[in-house]
Nanobody
Framework: VQLQASGGGLVQTGGSLRLSCAAS????????MHWYRQAPGKQRELVGS???????TYTESFKGRFTISRDDPKNLMSLQLNSLTPEDTGVYYC???????????????WGQGTLVTVSS
């Protein structure tokens, strides 16, 4: 299963971006999907997670301005970023825990990351 993250770019302070993560391949079930952020010089941190059909949960520091959603029929997950500040600059990664069909073997896959740069 491959994940492709997209939607990053350069945005001014206060602006918004919508990131997408598309899963491709055959014979899989996506269970929990996650967004992570790695700011320059810092460790990768969890933004939030979303289960199939369930609400998203967020790390406390990301609550309020970021919204995670998913479209299961399209194997897509999105991350809406609002009121961006330079501190939001970083590479945003998607990650998924799922199962390979028909064996139900678990897998974990990472996307390549998409860069968000917020200018002051």
């Amino acid at each position: 299963v491959q994940l492709q993250a997209s939607g990053g770019g350069l945005v001014q302070t206060g602006g918004s971006l919508r990131l997408s993560c598309a899963a491709s391949g055959s014979g899989f079930h996506l269970n929990v999907m996650h967004w992570y952020r790695q700011a320059p010089g810092k460790q990768r941190e969890l933004v939030g997670s979303i289960t199939s059909g369930g609400p998203a949960t967020y790390t406390e520091s990301f609550k309020g301005r970021f919204t995670i959603s998913r479209d299961d029929p399209k194997n897509l997950m999105s991350l809406q970023l609002n009121s961006l500040t330079p501190e939001d600059t970083g590479v945003y990664y998607c990650n998924v825990d799922g199962r390979i069909l028909p064996t139900w073997r678990p897998f974990n896959s990472w996307g390549q990351g998409t860069l968000v740069t917020v200018s002051s």
